[in-house]
């Protein structure tokens, strides 16, 4: 697929009219097609549901949650709408779609004009899902009046609530995991068209493993325009999807050189490129080299059989030594080589830092750089820019590394990362992946990638050293593309952890464990809008394959054909 933008909530507006305006799709069209969405969804994904009550807002949003409450009906389920605020208040698509409730059959109307009045309908918290159509992405905060109180009257309420646009209460524009101010809970959450910050940013729902997915409703690519520079990192997989040719060969795949490792009287750190390594294969790079200091070469072989090693002179400490720059020996070390991951569980000695710099300058090819290799830079911050000059050089520090690399703190990371991620992107023209909750991949041309997959059973070491291996194996099979190839990698790993946690838990999740799902998140197709036409989610986060199960359960009215069926990762079937 395309690259997903990221738009604010006034460019989510000026999208929606320049499709009415300029692509002349009515309005009141853009509402039934995301109502069909929402009763779609809602079907999906609580199929035991059969008592819905809507609350409903006095603006589009609501309008969006009556029409998906007379669909849901027309689906034979029990449906409530309750309105938050006088019917004088409705106007335009809105009061067209109240005008349309009229009559409706399985459609009890409620109404709440006043905070008062909401102790009278307590009786529409007896519901098996409650669908969230109060607020939507105009809403400024902070929550007031009909919303207020009837969030609070939601107080103790068991029933799972289905988001319409984002949780009402939720600034579009947020770009905060948490909030201070209230906010409606959700279990899901259905948006429409493209995501805004706050659907890749915040925690929407009480869980992380809950789904946030965006559902096409008409918008044509052309009105869906954006300056923020900020795109979905899971629109990339569509490049690691793509077939192989037919005369292809290991040769066509790259050769992902890792350097790292040390095994002595400082301690042992071969796992770290051993598992650099293994990624680089899993992700499909032809030929894959570990070089590491001759005494971790027995450990890292039997990783496995299929990689290749190359002994590395070491340290009486057993770290690499700086001899190792001998002209003719780096010239056969990096014969062949395509592309280099350089740092896992190297060590920072100062002949191990002087052997790192001698080789990233000897080393021409794109490059990738993790732990040990980011704090030599970090002490030589001068390196980075010249290193960059007429190459990719990929970046993947934790908040950490990231405050060594830029002379501040980790907090200070934190509190801005979006910023500081961007601003040493542009500043020193490489690729910044910046590790966390929400990784993000800044660009040196300002374009930042957010990535939603990932759980915080990832917590854990060795799972930068994975996700090095990864990059470097995708970056080694489309060198042509590598903006494209990191946000890719960035995102498998995120989602094959997001599977094996589905098949373990996220307390006992290892690094490795994500390597063993990394073919079930190739074949993903819940991150991408289906070729044969519009009617299908993209889902930000929160499903596995077993939602299919579930997404066909169920009848639902005679369009139900027309409407999406699932929003899972499931696998493609053959």
């Known amino acids: 697929m395309v690259a997903m933008h990221i738009l604010s909530a006034a460019e989510m507006q000026a999208c929606d009219r320049a499709?009415?305006?300029?692509?002349?799709?009515?309005?009141?069209?853009?509402?039934?097609?995301?109502?069909?969405?929402?009763?779609?969804?809602?079907?999906?994904?609580?199929?035991?549901?059969?008592?819905?009550?809507?609350?409903?807002?006095?603006?589009?949003?609501?309008?969006?949650?009556?029409?998906?409450?007379?669909?849901?009906?027309?689906?034979?389920?029990?449906?409530?709408?309750?309105?938050?605020?006088?019917?004088?208040?409705?106007?335009?698509?809105?009061?067209?779609?109240?005008?349309?409730?009229?009559?409706?059959?399985?459609?009890?109307?409620?109404?709440?004009?006043?905070?008062?009045?909401?102790?009278?309908?307590?009786?529409?918290?007896?519901?098996?899902?409650?669908?969230?159509?109060?607020?939507?992405?105009?809403?400024?905060?902070?929550?007031?009046?009909?919303?207020?109180?009837?969030?609070?009257?939601?107080?103790?309420?068991?029933?799972?609530?289905?988001?319409?646009?984002?949780?009402?209460?939720?600034?579009?524009?947020?770009?905060?995991?948490?909030?201070?101010?209230?906010?409606?809970?959700?279990?899901?959450?259905?948006?429409?068209?493209?995501?805004?910050?706050?659907?890749?940013?915040?925690?929407?729902?009480?869980?992380?493993?809950?789904?946030?997915?965006?559902?096409?409703?008409?918008?044509?690519?052309?009105?869906?325009?954006?300056?923020?520079?900020?795109?979905?990192?899971?629109?990339?997989?569509?490049?690691?999807?793509?077939?192989?040719?037919?005369?292809?060969?290991?040769?066509?795949?790259?050769?992902?050189?890792?350097?790292?490792?040390?095994?002595?009287?400082?301690?042992?750190?071969?796992?770290?490129?051993?598992?650099?390594?293994?990624?680089?294969?899993?992700?499909?790079?032809?030929?894959?080299?570990?070089?590491?200091?001759?005494?971790?070469?027995?450990?890292v072989a039997a990783f496995a059989p299929e990689l290749m090693t190359w002994p590395l002179a070491a340290t009486e400490a057993g770290q690499i030594a700086v001899k190792n720059l001998d002209e003719a020996q780096l010239a056969a070390l990096l014969a062949g080589k395509t592309v280099l991951a350089l740092g896992p569980g190297m060590g920072q000695s100062e002949e191990t830092a002087k052997f790192a710099a001698g080789l990233l300058a000897a080393a021409k090819m794109p490059a990738v750089l993790d732990a040990d290799a980011l704090n030599i830079l970090a002490a030589r911050p001068a390196l980075i820019g010249k290193m960059a000059k007429g190459r990719t050089l990929v970046l993947t520090p934790h908040p950490g590394e990231m405050a060594r690399l830029v002379g501040g703190t980790a907090a200070e990371v934190q509190a801005n990362r979006l910023g500081v991620a961007r601003t040493f992107a542009q500043r020193f023209g490489v690729t910044l992946v910046l590790k966390g909750a929400r990784t993000l991949v800044a660009h040196p041309d300002g374009r930042v990638a957010v990535n939603t997959s990932g759980n915080p059973g990832m917590a854990k070491g060795g799972s930068g050293d994975v996700l090095t291996g990864l990059i470097a194996g995708l970056l080694a099979q489309y060198p042509a593309n590598p903006a494209r190839a990191v946000e890719a990698a960035?995102?498998?790993?995120?989602?094959?952890?997001?599977?094996?946690?589905?098949?373990?838990?996220?307390?006992?999740?290892?690094?490795?464990?994500?390597l063993a799902l990394l073919a079930r998140a190739f074949r993903s197709r819940g991150h991408a809008v289906a070729p044969e036409g519009p009617n299908r989610y993209v889902c930000l986060q929160g499903h596995g394959p077993e939602q299919e199960s579930r997404a066909n359960s169920g009848d639902f009215h005679e369009n139900q054909e027309k409407l999406p069926t699932r929003c899972a990762h499931e696998p493609r079937r053959r």
């Open 490 to 514: 960035v995102h498998l790993h995120g989602l094959a952890a997001d599977l094996a946690v589905r098949a373990a838990d996220e307390h006992t999740l290892l690094a490795t464990d994500s």
């Open 19 to 299: 499709t009415t305006d300029r692509y002349g799709i009515p309005s009141i069209e853009l509402m039934r097609a995301a109502a069909l969405a929402v009763a779609s969804f809602a079907r999906a994904e609580f199929p035991q549901a059969r008592r819905v009550t809507v609350l409903c807002g006095t603006g589009n949003n609501g309008g969006d949650g009556m029409m998906a409450a007379r669909l849901l009906a027309e689906g034979g389920l029990d449906v409530t709408v309750l309105l938050l605020g006088a019917t004088a208040r409705l106007k335009g698509d809105a009061a067209m779609a109240w005008s349309e409730l009229a009559g409706a059959r399985r459609v009890a109307v409620l109404i709440a004009a006043e905070a008062a009045d909401l102790e009278k309908h307590r009786s529409a918290l007896a519901a098996d899902l409650i669908v969230d159509a109060v607020l939507g992405t105009g809403f400024l905060p902070p929550l007031r009046g009909m919303a207020l109180a009837a969030r609070e009257w939601l107080t103790g309420c068991t029933a799972p609530i289905l988001a319409v646009d984002l949780p009402s209460g939720w600034p579009a524009d947020a770009a905060e995991a948490m909030l201070d101010s209230p906010v409606y809970p959700a279990d899901a959450v259905v948006t429409f068209t493209a995501p805004k910050p706050a659907h890749v940013f915040g925690a929407l729902t009480r869980r992380w493993d809950q789904p946030v997915v965006v559902a096409p409703i008409g918008s044509p690519e052309a009105a869906i325009v954006s300056a923020l520079h900020l795109d979905w990192a899971g629109s990339s997989l569509a490049l690691a999807q793509a077939p192989r040719a037919f005369a292809a060969n290991k040769g066509s795949f790259g050769h992902v050189l890792v350097v790292g490792g040390s095994f002595g009287w400082v301690g042992g750190k071969a796992g770290a490129p051993a598992m650099a390594a293994l990624a680089a294969l899993r992700a499909g790079a032809g030929l894959v080299t570990a070089a590491v200091p001759g005494p971790a070469l027995p450990v």
